[in-house]
Each structure stands twice: as C-alpha cells, then as structure tokens.
C-alpha cells in the first residue's frame, strides 16, 4: 500500500521505514524472512506452498469467473478495508462454501480495518472468531494478525512464488523459500 512513502525520509515512524525498507529487498530479491509474535489465536503447523493473497472483498467477488484466484495447495494471506464484520463473515462462508479453504496449505489473515457496528446491532463476533469457526475442521496452520493491508506497518510479501509458514507457540514465521 502507498501510504507506506513519505514525502520526506525523516518523518515516517518505524513501521514505515520496515515497509519502504522490506519493499527494497524484495526488489532486490533477498531473502525474505518475516517473524511474528506469538498470538493466542494463531493455530499451530507447518506449511510449504506458493503465496496467493487478495483483498477478500476482490477474492470473494471473483468466485467462479475467468479471474478466479486458484488457491488449491497454496498458503492464503487476506486483508481488507472499510467492511463490516457481517460483511467478513459472509465472504467467509463463501469461501467455505465454495470450498476454496479446504484446499488450502496454510491461510495468513492480515490487516482488516473493520467498519464498526451501529450501537444495538453489533455483530457479536470477532475476526479471529470468524475465521477460526469457518477453518475448524481443517488442520492447516493460520496466522493472525500479520503486518499486511491498509496500515502503516505493512511489509512486502512475494506472491507466487513458494514460502514456508511456521506457526507455533514462539509465534510465527514467513520464509521465501530458495528456488
């Protein structure tokens, strides 16, 4: 996301010089290795596949058509921006639906900027909550909370090419794995 670049060096925090920072060695092609802190929602295991990601909204709408994203065998990373947690759910359960998380290797939920809920029509559940109900019977690792999406701590994630995600109680870890 663009809201990475400053206009200026010496004014972002941090977060942004990782993501300006992480965007550099991707081009670069280094090696990627990303860690994560242990979160008590994350859902332990391995996984080796290709990494797909999409914006779930886009994801969802996609179903079925010529442009469908093939997930089958690969790790998923999700994120998105300005929904309502109805609205996740229901991409959710489409996604479960259609099978589509079934065949996964291992699924990576990243920034979601929720919409808050109108005052006495609240949704009554999280994301985590959500996502954790949709994945229940299958066994493959999922990461909560990664620094992708619409936020300032977003790093670069090489898609399409093969990864290994390692999710257990020291957290997590994301590594490009060598041609």
């Given at each position: 996301?663009?809201?990475?670049?400053?206009?200026?060096?010496?004014?972002?925090?941090?977060f942004q010089k990782n993501s300006i920072l992480s965007i550099k060695e991707s081009l670069l092609d280094n090696p990627i290795f990303y860690k994560t802190p242990q979160n008590s929602f994350n859902r332990f295991g391995?996984?080796?596949?290709?990494?797909?990601?999409?914006?779930l909204s886009i994801l969802e709408s996609l179903g079925g058509i010529l442009s469908d994203l093939g997930i089958e065998g690969k790790i998923l990373f999700v994120e998105d921006t300005g929904e309502y947690l109805y609205n996740l759910d229901r991409m959710f359960?489409?996604?479960?639906?259609s099978k589509?998380?079934?065949?996964?290797?291992?699924?990576?939920?990243?920034?979601?900027?929720?919409?808050?809920?109108?005052?006495?029509?609240?949704?009554?559940?999280?994301?985590?909550?959500?996502?954790?109900?949709?994945?229940?019977?299958?066994?493959?690792?999922v990461l909560f909370d990664f620094q992708v999406g619409h936020q300032k701590d977003n790093?670069?994630?090489?898609?399409?090419?093969?990864h290994r995600l390692t999710v257990n109680a020291n957290g997590a870890t994301l590594i490009l794995q060598p041609n």
């Open positions: 996301m663009c809201n990475s670049f400053p206009i200026d060096w010496n004014l972002p925090d941090e391995s996984a080796e596949g290709v990494l797909v990601a999409g914006n359960w489409n996604l479960l639906r589509k998380l079934s065949k996964l290797k291992g699924l990576i939920i990243c920034g979601f900027r929720i919409r808050p809920d109108n005052l006495g029509e609240e949704f009554g559940k999280t994301i985590r909550e959500i996502v954790l109900e949709k994945v229940a019977e299958y066994k493959y690792p790093v670069a994630l090489n898609c399409g090419i093969m």
